[in-house]
């Protein structure tokens, strides 16, 4: 009986040796995906570079309204783009795009928010970063967009800008 019972011990042993490693696996798993998905929102994942590196100069602030963008072509012609902002800064908007070849990197765009029934003049920026943002095995695209720094702004639209930041 007692090789029995000792063998009975070292499988009740073996099993919750077992146990503990899979729980420790799920933990270490568990942060590596909480990790990866604060990545997802701060930098491109997988290689995936920016058009430029990083310029932010000032903290943003989460801000999802409606940007009327304005860009200039030849003569008098103008194109006029509806997007959505992702977030704003006393320096810079981030607005979010599917279509990535609307500008490109160096043009500057006129800049109007609608907010709060009323319309806000952001004066004039320039596009320093158009990014696609991947996650996971399957690289599912999570955010594309454009980068743009304000440039040559008038006091009224730094108020205007500040008045957005709250």
Do not use: C
Request: net charge positive; hydrophobic share 45%; glycine share 6%.
């Amino acid at each position: 009986m007692a090789p029995l019972t000792v063998l009975t011990i070292v499988a009740v042993i073996v099993v919750l040796i077992g146990v503990v490693v899979l729980i420790w696996m799920l933990i270490r798993f568990r942060r590596k995906m909480r990790v990866l998905r604060r990545s997802a929102e701060e930098k491109p994942v997988a290689g995936v570079k920016a058009s430029r590196p990083e310029l932010r100069q000032m903290p943003r602030k989460s801000l999802r309204i409606n940007i009327s963008v304005t860009k200039r072509l030849t003569g008098d012609n103008v194109k006029l783009v509806e997007l959505k902002s992702v977030n704003l800064s006393e320096s810079g908007i981030l607005l979010a795009s599917d279509d990535l070849s609307l500008f490109s990197v160096d043009e500057k765009l006129e800049l109007t928010a609608a907010y709060k029934r009323k319309k806000y003049d952001l004066g004039t920026a320039k596009v320093v970063r158009k990014q696609e943002t991947f996650v996971g095995a399957t690289k599912r695209r999570v955010r594309s967009g454009f980068g743009l720094t304000f440039v040559d702004t008038s006091p009224a639209q730094h108020r205007h800008i500040m008045a957005l930041l709250g």
